[in-house]
């Protein structure tokens, strides 16, 4: 079943167009990164696939349903999203935030039931937050933080999630942790579209990549779309020098800085 489909979209705020007549179709069990310049419409991309933002043109079905026809509380059952806002709110434990993630299955008090609390805390112990459940969240660090809202997306448990730089601000071992537990939500046929810059980890967890520019410059199995000659093209005027051989990248920026050295792959 396809689980996101983009028909002819384009987005971007008001005469200012990011993408133009974007086209894709992604089933389920697919985990898609999506790749691209900063200010190319990568998070406005993931906003108008959660139907936080409508695009200027064309449609998008999920799960076979018209994003744009479909009731809130229903698009909550179908698509969750872990932005990059910091939720930092005083006295709100790290349980009460993934509770939220429960809020389409409860009723209009939003009262917890036996079951969404052991939903709740299957979530938090999914992303190796469990012991910090009662810990307010302006007392996590960065990388906590991200997991708990990665945390509360699962609670959601929606058949597409979206990712928009899930990685920033966590160190290499929560990262690798959020890639085993990603390819393990693939596995049980979630799809999962990620933003990222994090391009040495791309070919070791993602199966499709999309790639753009103004518009889809590439998309395909990340085995024959993440190439040098497709990262120099999305990336033209941030990247200088392109090098893929084996299990060794060498990809160096403008400035003569390693964007990154050594690809990563995730058992």
Same mark, same amino acid.
């Given at each position: 079943?396809?689980?996101?489909? $983009?028909?002819? =979209?384009? =987005? ?5 167009? *990011?993408?133009?007549?974007?086209? +894709? +179709?992604?089933?389920?069990?697919? *985990? ?30 999920? @799960? ?20 990059? #806002?910091?939720?930092?709110? +005083?006295?709100? +434990? ?17 009262? $917890?039931?036996? #079951? ?23 007392? *996590? ?21 979206? $990712? ?13 942790? =959020? ?25 070791? !967890? @993602? ?9 889809? *410059? ?40 390693? !964007? ?8």
């Amino acid at each position: 079943m396809t689980h996101v489909e $983009l028909q002819h =979209i384009t =987005i971007g705020y008001g005469h200012r167009v *990011l993408l133009e007549d974007v086209s +894709a +179709a992604i089933g389920g069990g697919r *985990l898609v990164a999506l790749l691209g310049r900063n200010g190319t419409g990568k998070s406005t991309l993931l906003r108008a696939v959660a139907g936080l933002e409508a695009p200027l043109s064309g449609g998008i079905r999920l @799960c076979g349903r018209l994003l744009s026809a479909t009731p809130a509380h229903e698009l909550a059952q179908v698509v969750s999203f872990v932005t990059t #806002e910091k939720v930092r709110i +005083a006295n709100l +434990a790290s349980r009460d935030v993934v509770g939220l993630g429960r809020a389409p299955y409860t009723d209009w008090l939003g009262r $917890l039931r036996p #079951e969404d609390r052991a939903v709740v805390d299957r979530a938090l112990n999914l992303v190796g937050m469990g012991g910090f459940a009662a810990k307010p969240m302006d007392r *996590l660090s960065d990388g906590e933080a991200q997991r708990v809202m990665i945390a509360r997306a699962l609670a959601q448990d929606t058949p597409v999630i979206l $990712l928009d730089e899930p990685f920033t601000g966590v160190d290499v071992k929560t990262e690798a942790r =959020i890639i085993t537990l990603l390819r393990e939500l693939r596995d049980e046929g979630k799809t999962m579209l990620v933003s990222t810059h994090n391009l040495g980890s791309v070919s070791g !967890f @993602c199966d499709y990549t999309v790639m753009v520019k103004g518009t889809v *410059l590439a998309s395909g199995p990340t085995e024959t779309t993440f190439t040098a000659e497709n990262l120099e093209r999305a990336f033209s005027g941030v990247l200088r020098h392109v090098v893929l051989s084996g299990s060794e990248d060498r990809i160096i920026t403008d400035d003569e800085r390693p !964007f990154v050295t050594h690809r990563q792959e995730v058992k």
